[in-house]
């Protein structure tokens, strides 16, 4: 029961991820997401199968603290942004400040709820969501292509550093999924560990003692 339950928050969370990215751009000028119907909570348009499906299943299965996933990328063209300069920045941290209202909305539901009379379960289910939410908010924030933090960095830098940065992200995209197998291997091995306790640090200020997982 917890498995499924965590994997349908941690899909619909990754959604509310990616709809966030389309909803800026549209908002900025951009209808490309809007057009192509992306702009709703509908599972559907968004699943991918690896990403959005087998690697959550194999992560909670497996019992890993790492928990992400994937949704197929809302479309936009930062072209049609408005804001030409800071457009793509805004576009790429709304997925991630999504998230992060998620955590803080859920987590003080969880830190409170005993307060507010809320049974135990709907308190430990806040408090799962919050977690879930916090870790795809700081894991989006890495600043490694494809990721939101990457973007954001490449699209606030001037013109000839993010000119490099592009370059880095074609290259590794040129290597399809070996470069995906690659930082995760990396981040796996080196960085989970100190990446997991941070985000047991912060989750534990904003929930405190009363909620659990």
């Known amino acids: 029961m917890v498995i499924a339950i965590s994997l349908i928050i941690l899909i619909l969370s990754i959604i509310a991820h990616e709809v966030a990215h ?3 751009a549209n908002a900025q000028g951009d209808p490309t997401a809007r057009l192509a119907g992306r702009l709703t909570l509908n599972p559907l348009p968004h699943i991918d199968p690896l990403g959005s499906v087998i690697i959550p299943i194999l992560l ?11 949704a197929r990328p809302v479309p936009y063209n930062p072209y049609n942004l408005r804001n030409q300069r800071w457009g793509e920045v805004f576009v790429a941290l709304a997925g991630i400040f999504t ?3 998620f955590a803080v909305v859920f987590g003080l539901v969880a830190r409170f709820g005993g307060y507010l009379s809320l049974p135990g379960a709907a308190i430990s289910i806040a ?10 908010a700081l894991f989006n924030l890495i600043p490694f292509p494809p990721l939101d933090g990457f973007t954001a960095l490449r699209a606030a830098l001037p013109w000839r ?5 592009r370059r880095f992200e074609a290259q590794l995209r040129g290597l399809g999924a070996f470069a995906l197998v690659l930082f995760l291997l990396v981040f796996s091995y080196a960085l989970a ?3 997991y306790r941070l985000v047991v640090w912060l989750f534990g200020l ?3 003692g009363s909620g659990t997982l």
């Not at 909670?60 to 994937?70: A, C, L, N, T």
């Not at 408090?127 to 916090?134: E, G, R, T």
């Not at 550093?161 to 940065?165: D, P, R």
């Open 99 to 101: 998230n992060l209202l």
């Open 161 to 165: 550093f993010s000119h490099g940065l």
């Open 193 to 195: 560990g100190p990446f």
């Open 60 to 70: 909670v299965i497996s019992g890993s603290p790492i928990m992400f996933g994937w």
């Open 127 to 136: 408090a799962l969501i919050a977690f879930i939410n916090l870790f795809l």
């Open 22 to 24: 389309g909803y800026a």
């Open 206 to 208: 904003i929930v405190g």
